[in-house]
């Protein structure tokens, strides 16, 4: 009889809150361990989606008509921080190349990360070192304060109107593609140096602040989308909001 299908697991041993790691690997069967397990999520997950589409209608529109567009007209809430990114850089670049560009450079972490973990360290937690936790707080204000102030200024003042209204050469160029770029690798390096200076921190507590750092702009952009760009996309806080009109 052909023996049942093993997935290797680390054997962890808790003593006195001090994680110690045996050398050897122990071996469990891939069912009901691993497959009961995704099974049950996936249950838990279908039913939570059941619930909610039970009790919250979803806000459908008429058959599109050209000749009413909703103002705003937004993209699925998923999509909403591209759309976003839309109002304060190139189209084809914010749209397109930045989260193309993301994604790839997101593929190389396994390979910049090269250090073994110390002992007592479980690499495969998110916060796997002491540092994690208060590495991942700074990272997140420091986002959400830097992210908040860039969207206010850039609603209020503006780049593209600074540069394009006073006929700057390459003005257009400098406000959709030029600064934007350097806006967003000048604060990352800032906040990998930060990181290591305040924190001591090694390579993988820098990728903890940096991807930290990206869920953050990626929740906050979201939010902003959804609950503060009103009509023609103008900004709004969330009070005040007056929806969608009829083109």
């Known amino acids: 009889m052909q023996a049942s299908r093993t997935s290797n697991l680390l054997d962890v041993i ?6 110690k790691f045996r050398g050897d690997m122990s071996s469990v069967p891939t069912w009901p361990h691993l497959i009961g397990l995704e099974f049950m999520s996936t249950a838990v997950a279908t039913i939570f989606l059941v619930i909610v589409a039970a009790l919250f209608n979803a806000p459908l529109l008429q058959q599109a008509n050209a000749n009413a ?10 999509f909403l921080n591209l759309q976003e990114l839309l109002l304060h850089m190139d189209a084809g670049y914010a749209g397109i190349i930045l989260p193309s560009l993301i994604l790839f450079l997101m593929c190389f972490i396994p390979y910049i990360d090269t250090n073994p973990p110390a002992p007592f360290e479980d690499p495969d937690r998110y916060f796997s070192t002491d540092k994690g936790v208060p590495i991942a707080i700074f990272s997140a204000i420091y986002t959400a304060i830097l992210l908040t102030i860039l969207i206010a200024f850039d609603n209020t003042v503006g780049v593209k109107r600074i540069l394009v209204g006073n006929t700057v050469p390459f003005g257009l160029e400098l406000s959709q593609w030029i600064i934007p770029t350097i806006t967003m690798v000048g604060l990352s390096v800032l906040l990998a140096f930060l990181v290591r200076r305040i924190y001591l921190a090694n390579t993988r507590e820098i990728l903890i602040a940096l991807f930290t750092g990206f869920v953050i702009a ?8 959804t609950a503060m760009r009103g009509t023609s996309m103008e900004l709004f806080t969330p009070w005040n909001n007056p929806g969608v009109h009829e083109g």
Do not use: I, M, Q, S
Not at 69 to 78: E, H, R, S
Not at 218 to 225: I, K, M, P, S
């Open 69 to 78: 567009a909703p103002n705003p007209t937004k993209a699925p809430w998923y």
């Open 14 to 19: 808790r003593h006195d809150e001090e994680v």
């Open 218 to 225: 990626y929740l906050l952009t979201t939010f902003v989308g």
